[in-house]
């Protein structure tokens, strides 16, 4: 059928622009109950966190920070692979934890503290230096091999 009037023309796009948007509003809402979103604590919260599980993640971000919503969703997939094997990943906003990040020296945003069995875990860069926490975004790799170290540690 072909269409002739410039009216006929406006009801098929706007019913084609209707469509669409139906279409990506319902898959939006399917992918956004299949995916565990992490949960955002309080300081308060950590020991608890800790003492139930045996590693733990805990992502210092900022609302304002770009780099930490490209961090979310790899550690949101780290939460989700290893969640049964006892890792547990939470989000800290540095903003409303303020005495928290001068306490452990968050001076940069994101930065991940990682605790196993209950300590807080050192890391070191390779170049002889020690840090307790990683500082920027780090490819999905990095974080995968350090909850699989931890989780063996545990296991053994």
């Given at each position: 059928m072909?269409?002739?009037?410039?009216?006929?023309?406006?009801?098929?796009?706007?019913?084609?622009?209707?469509?669409?948007?139906r279409?990506?509003?319902?898959?939006?809402?399917?992918?956004?109950?299949?995916?565990?979103?992490?949960?955002?604590?309080?300081?308060?919260?950590?020991?608890?966190?800790?003492?139930?599980?045996?590693?733990?993640?805990?992502?210092?971000?900022?609302?304002?920070?770009?780099?930490?919503?490209?961090?979310?969703?790899?550690?949101?997939?780290l939460?989700?692979?290893?969640?049964?094997?006892?890792?547990?990943?939470?989000?800290?906003?540095?903003?409303?934890?303020?005495?928290?990040?001068?306490?452990?020296?968050?001076?940069?945003?994101?930065?991940?503290?990682?605790?196993?069995?209950?300590?807080?875990?050192?890391?070191?860069?390779?170049?002889?230096?020690?840090?307790?926490?990683?500082?920027?975004?780090?490819?999905?790799?990095?974080?995968?091999?350090?909850?699989?170290?931890?989780?063996?540690?545990?296991?053994?």
């Amino acid at each position: 059928m072909a269409l002739t009037s410039t009216k006929e023309l406006q009801g098929a796009n706007n019913k084609f622009i209707t469509d669409v948007q139906r279409k990506c509003t319902t898959d939006l809402h399917r992918r956004r109950e299949t995916i565990t979103m992490v949960e955002d604590i309080s300081s308060d919260d950590i020991p608890k966190i800790i003492e139930d599980h045996k590693v733990v993640f805990v992502d210092c971000h900022a609302v304002w920070c770009g780099p930490c919503r490209t961090l979310g969703p790899i550690l949101e997939e780290l939460d989700e692979k290893y969640a049964s094997k006892g890792l547990k990943v939470v989000k800290l906003d540095v903003d409303h934890n303020r005495e928290f990040s001068m306490e452990n020296q968050i001076t940069g945003v994101p930065s991940v503290l990682v605790y196993s069995e209950g300590k807080r875990v050192v890391f070191d860069d390779g170049a002889g230096r020690k840090m307790d926490k990683l500082v920027g975004v780090m490819p999905p790799e990095v974080y995968e091999q350090i909850a699989d170290n931890l989780l063996a540690q545990e296991a053994a």
